[in-house]
């Protein structure tokens, strides 16, 4: 299969994403990259082997409470007029500080325009997308309708990699994963939340999951020893659908000062971020938090990741020598 990926060209999309702005970018050693590469993107599966789709075999069904049912093959979806978009993916499984999030650059077709063709019914209150693995996930119609979700084709260039759901799945602006970002996808059915649960419901997390705004420090790494002098605490923060409008460091519990903030992609994906730090010898706490785009600020309240992503500054100790 992967053979056949490969032969594989994506068409150029309609509607490019716009070029990253130059100063999107810190030059920092060790600061997480804009945008981050198919093979260091994080993966969450509940299969215990990845499915191995033939294009050729595969297709993907609309159906469900809508008034024109339809079906597509991987061509059809070339055929479509496609978009390009950076959206940053996270998982409700991300502890405080982890790497279970990152930003590639997407291409597909709009979810909005299969939707507006199937015509779907005012009562079908929630979108369920159904793997060829028997995985669910379901989010409230709305939030499709509202653009920005797309039936996904590309990452960062290339045809989906098979460990990313080849050859199609969806990603959601502003939701975890798993009510969202299903993988190997071959059925979009409009339905309720009654009729149907997503595969983590029923074990322990929570029907909705809006991405909570989060930052985490990449530089120093925790427990680092650095000189003392001029030292950049620099990383990413993120909050999609709502962006960030401001990042703030307190070191050793001490007055949150802003940090200068890269410019943005767009709402939703991450922003760098960083702070001068004057170190001086000795062991110092540093933490992070993020305000968004609603005027909100992320929260000191440490909660687990479950059932709906954990909350909390992160946190690191280092030692200025
Ligand atoms: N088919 C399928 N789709 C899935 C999952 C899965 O286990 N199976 N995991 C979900 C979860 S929990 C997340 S966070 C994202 C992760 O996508 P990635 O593996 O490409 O990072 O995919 C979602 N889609
Ligand atoms: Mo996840």
């Not at 008034?67 to 996270?90: C, G, K, Q, W």
């Not at 071959?186 to 419901?201: M, P």
């Not at 000795?282 to 929260?299: F, K, L, W, Y």
Request: proline share 9%; aromatic share 8%.
């Amino acid at each position: 299969m992967e053979e056949i990926r490969r032969l594989l060209r994506l068409p150029p999309p309609a509607t490019p994403a716009p070029a990253a702005p130059p100063d999107a970018n810190l030059a920092i050693p060790g600061l997480t990259p804009l945008y981050t590469a198919n093979d260091d993107f994080y993966r969450i599966d509940t299969a215990l082997s990845i499915p191995q789709v033939d294009p050729e075999q595969w297709s993907l069904e609309v159906r469900g409470l809508v008034n024109r049912p339809f079906t597509l093959t991987y061509a059809d979806l070339l055929a479509m007029p496609h978009v390009e978009s950076d959206i940053t993916l996270a998982c409700v499984s991300n502890e405080v500080g982890g790497n279970l999030v990152g930003n590639p650059r997407w291409q597909g077709v709009p979810l909005r325009a299969l939707l507006e063709r199937a015509g779907v019914h005012d009562g079908a209150t929630q979108l369920l997308g159904r793997s060829v693995d028997g995985f669910t996930a379901g989010f409230p119609t709305e939030v499709a309708m509202e653009g920005g979700a797309l039936v996904a084709l590309g990452m960062n260039g290339e045809p989906l990699p098979a460990l990313h759901g080849f050859p199609a799945r969806l990603v959601v602006p502003g939701l975890y994963g798993y009510v969202s970002a299903t993988k190997w996808l071959s059925v979009i059915e409009l339905t309720t939340f009654e009729a149907e649960a997503g595969y983590w419901i029923p074990r322990g997390w929570a029907r909705e999951g809006p991405i909570k705004t989060q930052s985490r420090i990449d530089v120093p790494r925790s427990r680092d020893s650095v000189a003392a002098g001029r030292q950049p605490i620099a990383g990413v923060a993120w909050a999609p659908t709502r962006g960030i409008e401001m990042v703030e460091v307190s070191i050793d519990g001490g007055p949150w000062r802003e940090a200068r903030l890269a410019a943005g992609l767009n709402v939703d994906t991450w922003r760098q971020w960083v702070y001068e730090w004057d170190a001086t010898p000795g062991s110092h706490t540093i933490a992070v938090r993020a305000s968004d785009g609603s005027g909100d600020t992320q929260t000191d309240v440490r909660t687990p990741v479950a059932p709906d992503g954990a909350s909390g500054h992160h946190t690191i100790e280092v030692r200025v020598e």
